[in-house]
């Protein structure tokens, strides 16, 4: 919001905001729908369109409608992210294979999904809050003059039918339900990890409407020159990783941040920090944990010396089982922690990373013998 | 050359308290900054106008006393800031504006030249949705190149511009053709210090200040709360978790002792995680 007025977000301009009525305009009384963007680039999903697939669904069956993959790819290119889109609960799927589609480019993409939007009035249309979907989604939603709220952590529909679009504001200290009540599509952005990866379902199939567009490249002025992957080696993949163990301040300092990258390496985790360590260069900013990092969701996070402020404690929280060592009792990580140690991690480290190499030693000779 | 950078002053987040008991900002007291991932942008813009010529202007849309943010960005060696405020502009959300923004750039194009580059910065602290650099572009049809790690050549006389943009798994190398709209990066540059002869300029330059009407804005329709699409409906606290978390016994135990507990506690609590621990580990 401008400055200029208590934002939106303040309850302060609560009155005005929240009392608007709704009254959809007769034109968009037909939009119906839930569709969900795939995020489709080299030939694979971003996995939070499964994620968003999973969300969607419950909307659309809270809504009785269908829910809708969009699908854009090269031609013969998007054959396996349509099987999936059923697979995870799609109803239906519009694809548009072109080869101006065959990477992601903001021109065309904001071309093809506008056009299908207008032609096909989608009542909600959800894009993951990444680098894509961020781009894309602020280009869709200005031309179809739509109201898009940005990187959610939670979707619902309301008792009236409207798309309620709940997002952590003011880094995790609140949260702001956010209504699109008189414009369509409802759109929203979703944050990866928030929401899990549905139950895929093999052979499960759809209706597939296919859409042509006209594309010439001569009109496409933003060109792609290249494609430099990162390197694999020191690429984190935090977000999706089943372990992670990090480490925060109370590591004291850069040397005994190595002590989080042993235990790490011997559960084949992944590892991160909190953001002070980034601001003093322990870790890169791609290993920073929380509201304005990585949101990870993984089966067991061990922090050490993290305090657990609230900007971490909402990117953690979905993790299915915390641990938390830390020498302060009083530590707000213990108010989210599942187990929790009180006691010196520079300590306790090196100790749970020899217990854990002895026993998936032990485990792995055992299962070797079988 | 002209180039054109959109900044935003924010309340600096570090000192942001929320009421305990109303679940209200307290804002009162809270020091504003620049959006620190404008600083980036302004860095770039100015980075650019020094090897190319030429004239950078800031633009904000904000409460009146936005004007400091914009001096700061005279003092870093920017050669000109204008500040849009007025009450239309209350309770904007992006939609809103960016239209706003994009009528603004529009007279400053009148005045002072029409921009080749308008840059923006990745996102604000405090609204951090990201969508006003594509919503401006989109209202001005200009091109966007978003996420935008390095600036890889910049040909004014060719109008071409070439960049390295951060993607899913690796970085884009975009060519495209001037004008566009640029979103930066953080971390792609450190913003100067700014010159003593900048610092003097600043104090004494003028901010160049317009209601809606000066920035020739007349559909008011489209500013502000009446503009907006979104509605914040509810601002709520995340409740919090029931238990407290289960303490391993720590007193008068060695620290085997303890990680043996810990152990125990994590393989009972997720039982078939160890089995597949086995497979993912590498180093034992
Ligand atoms: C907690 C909270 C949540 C919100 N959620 C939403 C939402 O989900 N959807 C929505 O539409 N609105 C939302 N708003 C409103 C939104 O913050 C305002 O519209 C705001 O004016 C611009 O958005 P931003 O701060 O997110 O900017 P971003 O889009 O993150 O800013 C990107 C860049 O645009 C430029 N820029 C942004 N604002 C200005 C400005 N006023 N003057 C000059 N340049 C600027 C800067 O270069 C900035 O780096 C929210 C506001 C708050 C406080
Ligand atoms: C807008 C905004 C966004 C933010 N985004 C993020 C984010 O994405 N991620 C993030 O992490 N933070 C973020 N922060 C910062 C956050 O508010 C906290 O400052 C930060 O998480 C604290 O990091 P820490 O826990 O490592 O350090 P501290 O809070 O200093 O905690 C250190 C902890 O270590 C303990 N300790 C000390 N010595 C030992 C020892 N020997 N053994 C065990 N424990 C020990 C202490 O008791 C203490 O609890 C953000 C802040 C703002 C304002």
């Given at each position: 919001?401008?400055?200029?007025?208590?934002?939106?977000?303040a309850?302060?301009?609560?009155?005005?905001?929240?009392?608007?009525?709704?009254?959809?305009?007769?034109h968009?009384?037909?939009?119906?729908?839930?569709?969900?963007?795939?995020?489709?680039?080299?030939?694979v999903v971003?996995?939070?369109?499964w994620?968003?697939?999973?969300e969607?669904?419950?909307?659309?069956?809270q809504l009785?409608?269908?829910?809708?993959?969009?699908?854009?790819?090269?031609?013969?290119?998007?054959?396996?992210?349509?099987?999936d889109?059923?697979?995870?609960?799609?109803?239906?799927?519009?694809?548009?294979?072109?080869?101006?589609?065959?990477?992601?480019?903001?021109e065309?993409y904001?071309?093809?999904?506008?056009?299908?939007?207008?032609k096909?009035?989608?009542?909600?249309?959800l894009?993951?809050?990444?680098?894509?979907?961020?781009?894309?989604?602020?280009?869709v939603?200005?031309?179809l003059?739509?109201?898009?709220t940005?990187?959610?952590?939670?979707?619902?529909?309301?008792?009236?039918?409207?798309?309620?679009a709940?997002?952590?504001?003011?880094?995790?200290?609140?949260?702001?339900?956010i209504?699109?009540?008189?414009?369509?599509?409802?759109?929203?952005?979703?944050?990866?990890?928030?929401?899990?990866?549905?139950?895929?379902?093999?052979?499960?199939?759809?209706?597939?409407?296919?859409?042509e567009?006209?594309?010439?490249?001569?009109d496409?002025?933003?060109?792609?020159?290249?494609?430099?992957?990162?390197?694999?080696?020191?690429?984190s993949?935090?977000?999706?990783?089943?372990v992670?163990?990090?480490?925060?301040?109370?590591?004291?300092?850069?040397?005994n941040?190595?002590?989080?990258?042993?235990?790490?390496?011997?559960?084949?985790?992944?590892?991160?920090?909190?953001?002070?360590?980034?601001?003093?260069?322990w870790?890169?900013?791609?290993?920073?944990?929380?509201?304005?990092?990585?949101?990870?969701?993984?089966?067991?996070?061990?922090?050490a010396?993290?305090s657990?402020?609230?900007q971490?404690?909402?990117?953690?929280?979905g993790?299915?089982l915390?641990?938390?060592?830390n020498?302060?009792?009083n530590?707000?990580i213990?108010?989210?922690?599942?187990?929790?140690i009180?006691?010196?991690?520079t300590?306790?480290?090196?100790?749970?990373?020899?217990s854990?190499?002895?026993?998936l030693?032990?485990a792995?000779?055992?299962?070797?013998?079988? | 050359?002209?180039?054109?950078?959109?900044i935003?002053q924010?309340?600096?987040?570090?000192?942001?308290?929320?009421?305990?008991v109303?679940n209200?900002?307290m804002?009162?007291?809270?020091?504003?900054?620049?959006?620190?991932?404008?600083?980036?942008?302004?860095?770039?813009?100015?980075?650019?106008?020094?090897?190319?010529?030429g004239?950078?202007?800031c633009?904000?849309?904000?409460?009146?006393?936005?004007?400091?943010a914009?001096?700061?960005c005279?003092t870093?060696?920017?050669?000109?800031?204008?500040?849009l405020?007025?009450?239309?502009?209350?309770?904007?959300?992006?939609?809103?504006?960016?239209?706003a923004?994009?009528?603004?750039?529009?007279?400053?194009?009148?005045?002072?030249?029409?921009?080749?580059?308008?840059?923006?910065?990745k996102?604000?602290?405090?609204?951090?949705?990201?969508?006003?650099?594509?919503?401006?572009?989109?209202?001005?049809?200009?091109?966007?190149?978003?996420?935008?790690?390095?600036?890889?050549?910049?040909?004014?006389?060719?109008?071409?511009?070439?960049?390295?943009?951060?993607?899913?798994?690796?970085?884009?190398?975009?060519?495209?053709?001037?004008p566009?709209?640029v979103?930066?990066?953080?971390?792609?540059?450190?913003?100067r210090?700014?010159?003593?002869g900048d610092?003097?300029?600043?104090a004494?330059?003028?901010?160049?200040?317009?209601?809606?009407?000066?920035?020739?804005?007349?559909?008011l329709?489209?500013c502000?709360?009446?503009?907006?699409?979104?509605?914040v409906?509810k601002?709520?606290?995340?409740?919090?978790?029931?238990?407290?978390?289960?303490?391993?016994?720590v007193?008068?135990?060695?620290?085997?002792?303890?990680?043996?507990?810990l152990?125990?506690?994590?393989?009972k609590?997720?039982?078939?995680l160890e089995?597949?621990?086995?497979?993912?580990s590498?180093?034992?």
């Amino acid at each position: 919001m401008n400055d200029k007025a208590p934002a939106p977000a303040a309850p302060a301009a609560g009155g005005t905001r929240a009392s608007a009525k709704k009254e959809l305009p007769d034109h968009l009384k037909s939009y119906k729908h839930v569709w969900v963007l795939v995020e489709l680039e080299r030939g694979v999903v971003h996995p939070v369109s499964w994620e968003l697939m999973g969300e969607g669904r419950k909307l659309a069956d809270q809504l009785k409608v269908d829910l809708c993959g969009v699908v854009l790819g090269p031609p013969g290119g998007t054959e396996k992210a349509v099987a999936d889109c059923f697979g995870y609960g799609a109803d239906v799927c519009y694809v548009v294979e072109h080869e101006a589609l065959s990477e992601y480019r903001n021109e065309p993409y904001t071309v093809v999904a506008t056009e299908l939007v207008n032609k096909f009035q989608p009542e909600i249309l959800l894009l993951g809050a990444t680098n894509l979907g961020r781009d894309l989604a602020g280009s869709v939603a200005t031309t179809l003059l739509t109201g898009l709220t940005a990187d959610c952590t939670e979707l619902a529909v309301d008792a009236d039918g409207s798309l309620a679009a709940t997002r952590p504001t003011f880094g995790g200290s609140l949260l702001c339900t956010i209504y699109t009540l008189n414009y369509r599509p409802q759109m929203a952005t979703m944050r990866p990890r928030v929401a899990a990866v549905p139950v895929y379902v093999p052979g499960r199939t759809g209706k597939i409407i296919r859409h042509e567009v006209s594309l010439p490249e001569e009109d496409i002025i933003t060109k792609i020159l290249a494609f430099l992957p990162d390197a694999t080696s020191n690429k984190s993949n935090l977000s999706y990783a089943d372990v992670v163990v990090a480490g925060g301040l109370g590591m004291q300092n850069g040397d005994n941040f190595q002590l989080v990258r042993n235990l790490a390496s011997v559960l084949g985790a992944e590892w991160g920090g909190s953001r002070p360590l980034v601001q003093k260069g322990w870790i890169t900013s791609d290993r920073q944990i929380g509201q304005t990092g990585k949101t990870i969701r993984p089966r067991l996070y061990i922090s050490a010396g993290i305090s657990g402020a609230i900007q971490h404690r909402v990117g953690v929280e979905g993790a299915d089982l915390i641990v938390a060592i830390n020498t302060d009792k009083n530590a707000p990580i213990f108010d989210f922690a599942h187990v929790g140690i009180i006691a010196d991690a520079t300590k306790v480290l090196p100790a749970l990373t020899e217990s854990f190499r002895r026993r998936l030693a032990a485990a792995s000779t055992l299962s070797a013998a079988e | 050359m002209h180039i054109i950078v959109c900044i935003k002053q924010v309340p600096d987040s570090a000192q942001i308290r929320v009421h305990p008991v109303t679940n209200t900002i307290m804002r009162q007291g809270v020091p504003t900054i620049i959006n620190p991932y404008d600083l980036f942008a302004l860095e770039e813009a100015l980075r650019l106008r020094d090897e190319h010529g030429g004239e950078v202007t800031c633009v904000t849309m904000g409460p009146p006393m936005a004007d400091n943010a914009l001096r700061k960005c005279l003092t870093y060696g920017a050669d000109r800031a204008v500040l849009l405020t007025d009450r239309f502009f209350a309770g904007s959300d992006t939609l809103a504006t960016s239209y706003a923004l994009a009528l603004l750039i529009k007279k400053v194009a009148e005045n002072w030249g029409e921009p080749d580059l308008i840059f923006c910065g990745k996102q604000t602290i405090d609204g951090d949705t990201a969508q006003v650099g594509p919503g401006i572009a989109k209202r001005l049809k200009l091109l966007q190149l978003t996420y935008v790690a390095k600036i890889e050549e910049f040909d004014l006389e060719k109008r071409e511009i070439t960049i390295h943009r951060r993607a899913e798994g690796g970085i884009q190398v975009l060519k495209t053709k001037l004008p566009c709209l640029v979103t930066m990066l953080e971390g792609t540059n450190e913003m100067r210090r700014g010159t003593m002869g900048d610092a003097l300029r600043a104090a004494r330059s003028e901010i160049i200040t317009w209601n809606a009407a000066a920035a020739g804005i007349t559909e008011l329709a489209l500013c502000g709360l009446k503009g907006s699409p979104t509605i914040v409906k509810k601002v709520y606290a995340p409740s919090p978790r029931a238990e407290k978390a289960y303490q391993i016994e720590v007193e008068d135990k060695s620290v085997d002792q303890i990680c043996e507990a810990l152990i125990g506690e994590v393989t009972k609590r997720q039982p078939g995680l160890e089995k597949d621990l086995v497979k993912t580990s590498s180093d034992y």
